[in-house]
Each structure stands twice: as structure tokens, then as C-alpha cells.
């Protein structure tokens, strides 16, 4: 009995743990309701993105490829935390030929949006 406590109160510990970790406890990304979220929160307007008709934006750079180039774009930074930082902290790097500091804001949204949002930019 006293082992089972134990168990119960050590999964109950990871849970919180879990939800205080970075990111929220946000649930896996999901690129279909990522290109939702690119959509409603307005990116279309400063992002190209060929993919998404609507994206014909120039002030800030284009995102076709920028699953695979996210991980080049700051040294040692893995490519869904470089887009994660991107959206949270849109100064932490300006891609170069950009103005610095950027005019974008940082993304507004829950934890799970931004997760979508980033597993859908991963696929571009």
C-alpha cells in the first residue's frame, strides 16, 4: 500500500513538473492547426511563404524553406527552438538584410498555438 502511494505521488509530481517545464506542458505541435494559427494571427502580412496564398508579406523574411534553414540560422540552436525564440523574442536574432531591431511582436498566443505554429513552420 505504502509503495502504491508512492507511486501515485511520484506521477503526480512528474505531471506538475511536466506543466511547468518550458513550453507550458503545450501538447505536441500540430501543422495543420499551425497553418491556422499563421493565418488568424495575422503572418501573412509580413511573411511570404508560398504554401499559404495569402502570405505575400516583405517587411520580414521569407519562411519558404525555414524548416530546414531554422537550424543554421544561430549556431547551436536547434530549428523549432530557433522558430520558437523567433516568435517569443522576435530580436534574439534578425535575420541579416532586416532591419534590427525588429518591428515584429511577439507572438501573442497560447502555448499550444505557438507549438502548432512551430510544427507547421518546421514543414515549410
Do not use: W
Not at 505541435?29 to 497553418?35: I, T, Y
Not at 524548416?67 to 517569443?88: H, Q
Not at 532586416?98 to 515584429?104: A, G, L, R, V
Amino acid at each position: 500500500m505504502v509503495f502504491r502511494s508512492l507511486a501515485i505521488l511520484i506521477a503526480a509530481l512528474a505531471l506538475v513538473i511536466a506543466a511547468c517545464a518550458p513550453g507550458g506542458g503545450a501538447g505536441a505541435g500540430d501543422a495543420n492547426r499551425g497553418r491556422t494559427v499563421f493565418e488568424q494571427k495575422g503572418c501573412p502580412t509580413c511573411h511570404a511563404l508560398s504554401s499559404v496564398p495569402s502570405a505575400t508579406g516583405t517587411i520580414g523574411p521569407p519562411l519558404n524553406g525555414i524548416g530546414a534553414t531554422a537550424a543554421n540560422r544561430k549556431p547551436g540552436t536547434a530549428a523549432a527552438d530557433y522558430i520558437r525564440e523567433s516568435e517569443t523574442s522576435p530580436n534574439a536574432f534578425v535575420v541579416d538584410g532586416f532591419p534590427s531591431p525588429s518591428s515584429m511582436i511577439p507572438f501573442a498566443g497560447s502555448d499550444q498555438e505557438l507549438s502548432d505554429l512551430v510544427a507547421f513552420l518546421l514543414t515549410q
